[in-house]
T-cell receptor
Framework: LAKTTQPISMDSYEGQEVNITCSHN???????ITWYQQFPSQGPRFIIQ???TKVTNEVASLFIPADRKSSTLSLPRVSLSDTAVYYC???????????FGDGTTLTVKP | NAGVTQTPKFRVLKTGQSMTLLCAQD?????MYWYRQDPGMGLRLIHY???????AKGEVPDGYNVSRLKKQNFLLGLESAAPSQTSVYFC?????????????FGPGTRLTVT
């Protein structure tokens, strides 16, 4: 399974934009990049996925450079409720097996 | 549409006891997974299934067995529980979306082995 690397923790303040970068040097040609969010005592929840360039939905944006060896999850104007662990999945299209890693703990302060 | 449900939500076992965790999904997904999550850690894949009647090992399969007799159910068994198996167990299901496998997770089962 492909390994990913992301910061262990980040702090931010309400209203700021937060960018979390993940490196995935071993990404395969067919792999998509997927991000999940996990609140305490809950299972992870899908946020966004992309293949290249930029993807945006109602929750976040995902930026992927041309070499696809990294990706950046962007959360616009975070609020206290965005405090969670964010996982960049080790890309793998083999039956959906993915490596979650330890994720990035984002703490949003008032 | 309940999504993914897990039974039970909490369980306390003594060392050496056995139990089965049940996962059910109503989305007709082909793929199902069992993960464990230790405090402060990420999820680790125990076993997974790519369809009814099939199972395969994940990252940390030792001490666990699984069965997928029906498409909608995925069972995780502990034959002889050990304190090292104290963890939160998450079940997930997914299907091919044309880009990747978006996984839907259950609420988790908190297991304590004393």
């Amino acid at each position: 399974l492909a390994k990913t690397t992301q910061p262990i923790s980040m702090d931010s303040y309400e209203g700021q934009e937060v960018n979390i970068t993940c490196s995935h040097n071993n990404i395969a040609t067919n792999d998509y990049i997927t991000w999940y969010q996990q609140f305490p005592s809950q299972g992870p929840r899908f946020i966004i996925q992309g293949y290249k360039t930029k993807v945006t939905n109602e929750v976040a944006s995902l930026f992927i450079p041309a070499d696809r060896k990294s990706s950046t999850l962007s959360l616009p104007r975070v609020s206290l409720s965005d405090t969670a662990v964010y996982y960049c999945l080790g890309p793998n299209t083999n039956a959906g097996k993915s490596t979650f890693g330890d994720g990035t703990t984002l703490t949003v302060k008032p | 549409n309940a999504g993914v449900t897990q039974t039970p939500k909490f369980r306390v076992l003594k060392t050496g006891q056995s139990m089965t965790l049940l996962c059910a999904q109503d989305m007709n997904h082909e793929y199902m997974y069992w993960y464990r999550q230790d405090p402060g850690m990420g999820l680790r894949l125990i076993h997974y299934s790519v369809g009814e009647g099939t199972t395969a090992k994940g990252e940390v399969p030792d001490g666990y067995n699984v069965s997928r007799l029906k498409k909608q159910n995925f069972l995780l068994g502990l034959e002889s529980a050990a304190p090292s198996q104290t963890s939160v167990y998450f079940c997930a299901s997914s299907d091919w979306t044309g880009g990747s496998y978006e996984q839907y997770f259950g609420p988790g089962t908190r297991l304590t082995v004393t």
